[in-house]
Each structure stands twice: as structure tokens, then as C-alpha cells.
């Protein structure tokens, strides 16, 4: 015997006359969720079921009874409607099953009851399952969208269709004038068209991106749409056509990298104006791009100061996205850079003797370099003409040296790198540093008498003098000291005797007494940091 399971049971509650054996309820068998019209065709009767939670039995039969809405549940039914076949396939244990249209004398709501068995033999009933809307329908038919795939040349698509009511006893239909319909176009776009005497619409409309197109109507009979259909633009190529694809700038300089963004149109290549472009190094990650929009010709620019070998890539934005055209072209700009030098550091000084120090840096400013290279310290009177190599400094780029070499008591001193063609480098000069001092010397300078007895009084007198930097003509240095020098007959050694101080008029003299053969020079060794040493012409004495 059948067991059957009621989804509503009271105590007045009696079974359909003929559907149901009484008995027993069965917690195994099919459960009804709910009835109702269909949505797109309201005489069709769609029931949810789930059928096989516990033992995953398929559903064999579904069988509905209809009763005016309002009445009792004891109500003698007005139709039974089988023949359900399953529509929509949700799980392995559950699924809508949908009748044939229903054909009854008489427009209205009506509720529907509901008897589902299983392959097991179980069977539900379920009562008040839900409501057949049994009413004249408003339907969309022949909807249209014309192109599917419209172009950029042609972003127009056509929109059309007819708004009918239906009757469901008859299914014959008749058009719905002056009716408003919601159209949905390009992504987010709403609008709407109003039917003519026929119930048709129409729209026409250029598109921004494309999307999901439909119909809808919301009125006074209800409630009728249509399956959405998918436009989506036919993307066409495109290319960017360079006017130069290399550049060899000096680093830092500004190169402009341009040309035309064109897309294929048929067999021709047409600009493409307004779109956003950008240039960055190719495959950067942390770089910021260079971004341009191309012109009403499609013609675009970047310009940037490269410092580096790299090569540019130009390439669309991410973003805003533009399903008009193909957005996977790129273009490669090469660059190859000639890097430069500076120096950043350069100093130079003349000590008494008219020695020279030296130091300096010689940066680079381009690609990395980590080769030695050679600086030449050179010198020139003028600071202009005439620039001389006096010594030649081996370093590296970005760090410092010391050399030192003889000078010069007046002139212009530079550093001076030369470059290399081999591995691009420009060659550089630092400012010229003049460096000197005012010259001195000891005008006179004598020791007397000669002979002189041993143990008498040689005097050795002189006059102090200095000569400015550029000046032309000997003055008096007085109030400095000189000192007094002697070298022994047959000795390579000075000695020093005394030290006098000249006056005002750079005069001096000095007595000593004579012991041997030998030479007496007076000299200036103590200069200031604007002076050079000086001296007095040797004078041999002879001591008897």
C-alpha cells in the first residue's frame, strides 16, 4: 500500500476523491516548496520540488488539482492537470517541473494542490501549494537587437519588439497600445519607448561599451520581459606607428617619442583620437608612466630624460577599458645614452716652495661605469689658451684622488678628463683655479770684508723684497725675519748662524764672526701663506 504524507493536514481535512488512499505519513517522500504561474507563461504551472533528501528517489509522477482562489479546501476541483516534466535541473535532489498550458472556461486565480510520487512508491500531497494566476498576460515578442556586434565605425544598435496581451483559454493575442517599456542599454543605460497602434517599440541608440540589452514591462496587467541579450563590439586592431624608434641622447637631455595610434578599418589603417596612452621602461614594475592622450589626428607624444640605457615601451592605460578596440598593441622605443662627467670636487693649493696638492672627484651622470679612467692636471698662464698636461692622475668615477707636482708661481690650474667614444662617456674640464704667490727675494745681499783675518767681523746685509702677483716692479718687505746661512768650504751642508729682522725699508745687517772658508747666503724662509721663500745671491768669503 502507498504511504502518503500530507503537507497540510486538519481535522476537516479530506483527500482528493481521485488521487489519495489515506494513510500513514512517510517522512521520506518528495517535498512540495512551492506552485505557481510561470513567469513567462501564466497558464503554465511550475511546481518546486525537492525529491530525494533522504533516499534520492526520481520523481515519477505530479499531478495538480485547481480551485477557485478564496474558496474551502473542501472544494470540488475545477481541473486536474498532469503530463509535468521536469524544466529546470537544480541538484540531484532537486528541480521545477512544469505543466503544458492549462485550458480553462473561466479567467481568475485559482489554487493549486499538489500530489507528487516517487519511483519508491512514496507520495506526497501537498494543498495550498501556491496560485495559477489564470489572467489575460502582457508578452514581449519578437525582440530584436540588430547588430550583436556592432562596430567602431557603427556603434549604433537597433532595439525593437511587440508588447501583445495574451488570453490564456484562447492563446490568442492582441497588441498593447501606448504602453511604456524599460529598456536597458550599454551597461548601466535606461531608457524607455512607448508602443504604437500595434504594440511595437523601437530604439535606436550609439553605444559606449556594450552589455546585456532587454525589455521589460511594468503595468497595469503586470509584469512581462524577455531573455537578455549580449551585445558585444567587434574590438578591431590597432598599431602605433612611431616616428622614430631609437634615440642616443646625452644623459638627462629631453627626447619626445611620437607617432600615431591608427586601428584597421577593412584594408585601411584610420587614426583613433581620445585615447589614453602611456609610456613607461619596458617590464618595470615600480616606475611611474608617462601618460598622453592622442589627438584628433590619433597622433600622441611622451617626452622624457632618459639616463639610462633602456628601451620604452608604449602601450594603452589599464584603465578606462575600451571594448572598441584591440587593446594588446605595444611599440618598443630603444634608447641608448651617452653618459656624462663632472667634477664635483676640485681643489688646489701652492705651499712656499711652489709645490702644488692637488684633489678632486670626477662623477658620472648616465649609465653605470666602474671602469679607472685618467684625469690630467693641466695649467695655462691666462686661464684661457695654452692649457698644458703637467701630470696625469689614474681614478674611478666617483672617487677622490690626491697628487701633488711642481708649480708655478702664477698661472691657472684645471682638471681635465677626456672621455670615451668606446664606452660612450663625454669627456668634461673642471673651472680653472688660479693659484700663486707674491715672489721674494734679497736684493744686495753680500758679505764683507773679503779676505777677512780669522776672528774679525764678516757683515752680511741684504734688502728684503717682495713682488705682488701681476705686479711688475719690486717693493721693500720689511719686518720680516731673514735668516742667515753658511756652508763650510768643501760641505754640502747650510748652516744656520743667526736670524735678523729687515726694517721697514726691507734693509738688513748682521755681523759674524769669521772662522772658516766659506759661503754666506741670506735667505727668507718663513714666509706668510701669500708669500714665496726668497734669497740673496751665495757669497764666498775668504778667511785667512
Known amino acids: ?11 476537516g481535512a479530506v483527500l482528493f476523491a481521485t488521487l489519495a488512499v489515506p494513510g500513514t505519513a512517510h517522512a521520506a517522500g518528495p517535498v512540495v516548496k512551492e506552485a505557481y504561474s510561470d513567469t513567462a507563461d501564466w497558464s503554465v504551472i511550475d511546481v518546486h520540488l525537492n525529491h530525494g533528501s533522504a533516499v534520492g528517489e526520481d520523481v515519477t509522477k505530479v499531478t495538480a488539482e485547481l480551485r477557485p482562489a478564496g474558496g474551502a479546501g473542501t472544494d470540488a476541483p475545477v481541473a486536474t492537470v498532469g503530463g509535468f516534466t521536469e524544466k529546470y535541473w ?49 508578452v514581449i515578442t519578437d525582440f530584436a537587437v540588430t547588430p ?18 495574451r488570453d490564456p483559454s484562447t492563446r490568442k493575442t492582441v497588441p498593447l497600445p501606448d504602453a511604456t517599456v524599460d529598456l536597458k542599454l550599454d551597461q548601466n543605460g535606461e531608457t524607455t519607448a512607448v508602443t504604437d497602434d500595434k504594440g511595437h517599440f523601437s530604439l535606436s541608440r550609439e553605444l559606449k561599451q556594450g552589455g546585456w540589452v532587454w525589455a521589460e514591462y511594468h503595468g497595469e496587467l503586470g509584469y512581462a520581459s524577455v531573455p537578455w541579450v549580449m551585445v558585444t563590439p567587434k574590438a578591431a586592431p590597432t598599431r602605433f606607428v612611431l616616428d622614430q624608434k631609437s634615440f642616443h641622447p646625452t644623459a638627462g637631455d629631453r627626447i619626445t617619442v611620437s607617432g600615431t595610434l591608427e586601428y584597421q578599418s577593412g584594408t585601411e589603417w584610420k587614426p583613433l583620437p581620445g585615447i589614453p596612452l602611456e609610456m613607461d621602461h619596458k617590464g618595470s614594475s615600480t616606475s611611474s608612466p608617462i601618460e598622453a592622450t592622442t589627438d584628433a589626428d590619433g597622433r ?20 578606462p577599458y575600451n571594448a572598441w578596440i584591440q587593446r594588446t598593441a605595444t611599440a618598443d622605443v630603444a634608447v641608448a645614452v651617452t653618459a656624462t662627467t663632472k667634477f664635483k670636487e676640485f681643489t688646489a693649493s701652492l705651499d712656499k716652495n711652489a709645490e702644488l696638492s692637488v684633489s678632486g672627484i670626477l662623477a658620472v651622470i648616465g649609465d653605470d661605469h666602474s671602469e679607472r679612467v685618467e684625469v690630467a692636471v693641466q695649467y695655462s698662464p691666462d686661464g684661457r689658451t695654452g692649457w698644458k698636461t703637467q701630470k696625469t692622475v689614474k681614478t674611478g668615477f666617483d672617487e677622490q684622488f690626491y697628487t701633488d707636482l711642481p708649480g708655478y708661481t702664477d698661472g691657472y690650474w684645471r682638471l681635465s678628463y677626456a672621455g670615451s667614444t668606446s664606452r660612450d662617456v663625454k669627456g668634461t674640464a673642471s673651472d680653472p683655479l688660479r693659484r700663486n704667490r707674491s715672489l721674494t727675494r734679497i736684493k744686495g745681499a753680500n758679505a ?66 769669521a772662522q772658516q772658508d766659506g759661503t754666506w747666503v741670506p735667505v727668507f724662509l718663513e714666509p706668510d701663506g701669500k708669500h714665496f721663500v726668497g734669497s740673496g745671491s751665495e757669497d764666498y768669503v775668504d778667511v785667512r
Open 300 to 319: 600622441f607624444s611622451f617626452v622624457a630624460s632618459p639616463y639610462q640605457k633602456t628601451v620604452y615601451e608604449v602601450a594603452f592605460t589599464p584603465y
Open 148 to 165: 550583436t556586434e556592432p562596430t567602431i565605425e557603427d556603434k549604433t544598435v537597433a532595439v525593437g519588439g511587440d508588447l501583445v496581451v
Open 90 to 138: 537544480i541538484s540531484t535532489w532537486e528541480g521545477i517541473w512544469a505543466s503544458q498550458p492549462v485550458h480553462l472556461e473561466t479567467l481568475g486565480d485559482y489554487t493549486i494542490d499538489i500530489e507528487v510520487t516517487d519511483s519508491s512508491g512514496d507520495t506526497t500531497v501537498q494543498k495550498n501549494a501556491g496560485t495559477l494566476r489564470y489572467r489575460e498576460q502582457p
Open 1 to 11: 500500500m502507498r504511504h502518503i504524507s500530507r503537507g497540510i493536514v486538519t481535522a
Open 448 to 513: 764683507s770684508p773679503e779676505p777677512v783675518r780669522k776672528g774679525r767681523t764678516i757683515t752680511v746685509k741684504g734688502v728684503l723684497q717682495d713682488r705682488k702677483p701681476g705686479a711688475s716692479s719690486w717693493q721693500a718687505y720689511g719686518g720680516k725675519k731673514v735668516q742667515i746661512l753658511f756652508r763650510p768650504k768643501g760641505k754640502k751642508t747650510w748652516y744656520l748662524m743667526t736670524t735678523v729682522t729687515a726694517k721697514a725699508n726691507g734693509s738688513f745687517s748682521k755681523g759674524l764672526t
